[in-house]
């Protein structure tokens, strides 16, 4: 089969001259993936804005003997609101650059998929940050990495006393054992109840959650330093994230 069809959001668009662009999707079908579109960035062509970056499309896609190659597409949703307001689009790269870090290629992860869809479709409404916070965490349990937050990430037992939060055994900590763990760090009850919506709530629920800003500030740093740490082993990944500290 020469052509096969795909749903994808376009993470990054590459120029390469020539009015070609290299592609990085995010498919429904195969996960990450690679394609070369041809004389897309030419004035007349009609497949400019389906292949611009946070747009989600539908391609049919050619096989080719190295790279594959779009045959045809057309944009289902464009996201016009992602390319007008900065801290959306700061928002929405960083959801971008955290799925290309975070997914190996050819590897279908639909729930993926669909969280970073309704991500984006969400953060028409505001609340960017709030759904930016549910993805990481989300993602994270996608990618196999969930946080432990319903009893003691270490001894299993109910979370009582002082609470701690430790990135290295994956969750939050009673009291013994987090006052046993030089990497623990202290967090209220309120953050790990709020870190326990931000995994569980739908993504259309989540304008009903509310952080005070301390609470925000906390739980931004917690899931930072846990990705950070999934994803310590690639170098590049780290660095993609450290771009990030500052807010977008
Ligand atoms: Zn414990």
Redesign the pocket.
């Known amino acids: 089969m020469k052509l096969y069809k795909v749903d994808a959001i376009v993470l990054r668009s590459i120029e390469c001259g020539g009015g070609d662009k290299l592609l990085v999707l995010f498919s429904r079908e195969f996960g990450k993936m690679r394609v070369m579109a041809h004389g897309v960035t030419k004035p007349f062509s009609r497949k400019r804005g389906s292949v611009q970056p946070f747009t989600y499309t539908k391609f049919l896609v050619r096989r080719g003997r190295e790279l594959d190659s779009v045959s045809q597409c057309e944009g289902i949703e464009m996201f016009p609101f992602l390319r007008h307001d900065l801290e959306t689009i700061g928002y929405a790269s960083y959801l971008t650059e955290l799925v290309l870090s975070l997914t190996p290629e050819g590897e279908q992860n639909e729930p993926l998929f669909r969280l970073i869809l309704e991500t984006l479709q969400l953060m028409e409404e505001g609340q960017a940050e709030i759904l930016t916070r549910s993805f990481e965490i989300k993602a994270a349990a996608l990618m196999g990495y969930r946080p432990i937050l319903d009893v003691?990430a270490?001894?299993g037992?109910p979370l009582t006393g002082r609470l701690f939060f430790s990135v290295e055994t994956g969750g939050a900590?009673?009291e013994?054992?987090g006052k046993g763990d030089p990497q623990a760090v202290h967090v209220s009850r309120g953050v790990v109840e709020n870190l326990k919506a931000l995994l569980s709530w739908p993504q259309d629920r989540l304008r009903q959650l509310r952080i005070s800003s301390a609470d925000r500030k906390q739980i931004k740093t917690l899931l930072y330093e846990y990705l950070k740490y999934y994803l310590e082993r690639d170098l590049k990944s780290v660095s993609f994230l450290n771009r990030f500290t500052v807010d977008p």
């Open positions: 003691c270490h001894c037992e900590l009673c013994v054992c």
